[in-house]
């Protein structure tokens, strides 16, 4: 069936660090992908999405690009502040309105 | 613009009582979404509507759960009874017609539910 799977957290990082959050994906067909944020006490929100292969979404000065020769939709940020911390959700859309999260990754950044 | 509206954020239950959450969505928005968010997991689609039609309620567990949106607006998904395995995050979400892709999803800040 359609799934992602994101790395597990939580992820600890000192301010200005580089950030990665892994995610790969299993479906049929050609969803789109979505990377939503969870900050603290906030609901979920869209940070960024790619709705086919070699697409670069781009938020807040975070990427995710489209792999379809890896089924992947890393998420990356060149340097992380303290007001990153949240809990960051990759998610697959199938059929327009089928939305698949994954478990999520819970990131802390340090000053 | 004001954003998805649940209430109440807490409640604490116990096994076999009945338990009603409510959702208010975005002005204008016709697609409304229950999500169910399991303590270490994702969202999962509990039940989606347009307007006051239900569109998808495979992954809704129909002995127990119920929801229902009146009127296309407002929506209330009820637990009757509760069990133990029902505690977790209940997500509100809605977007404007056209589908996810092209009018994203809008989320509320859920309720939590405790079964003991």
């Known amino acids: 069936g359609n799934s992602v799977t994101q790395m597990e957290g939580p992820v600890t990082l000192s301010e200005e660090a580089f950030l990665t959050i892994n995610c790969t994906y299993t479906a049929t067909g050609y969803p789109s992908l979505f990377w939503y944020v969870q900050y603290p006490g906030e609901g979920l929100q869209l940070l960024l999405k790619a709705t086919k292969a070699d697409d670069k979404g781009s938020n807040k000065g975070f990427e995710a690009t489209y792999r379809k020769e890896t089924t992947s939709f890393h998420l990356e940020k060149g340097s992380v502040q303290v007001s990153d911390s949240a809990v960051y959700f990759c998610?697959?859309?199938?059929?327009?309105?089928?939305?698949?999260f994954g478990a999520g990754t819970r990131l802390t950044v340090k000053p | 613009e004001a954003g998805v509206a649940q209430s109440p954020r807490y409640k604490i239950i116990e096994k076999r009582q009945s338990v009603a959450f409510w959702c208010n969505p975005i002005s204008g928005h016709a697609t409304l979404y229950w999500y169910q968010q399991i303590l270490g997991q994702g969202p999962k689609l509990l039940i989606q509507?347009?307007?006051?039609?239900?569109?998808?309620d495979s992954q809704l567990p129909k002995d127990r759960f119920s929801a229902e949106r009146l009127k296309g607006v407002d929506s209330t998904l009820k637990i009757q009874p509760a069990k133990l395995e029902d505690s977790a995050v209940y997500l509100c979400a809605s977007s404007l017609d056209g589908g996810i892709l092209y009018s994203p999803l809008h989320f509320g800040n859920g309720t939590r539910l405790t079964v003991t």
């Open positions: 998610a697959l859309l199938y059929n327009n309105n089928d939305m698949r």
């Open positions: 509507f347009q307007n006051n039609g239900v569109v998808d």
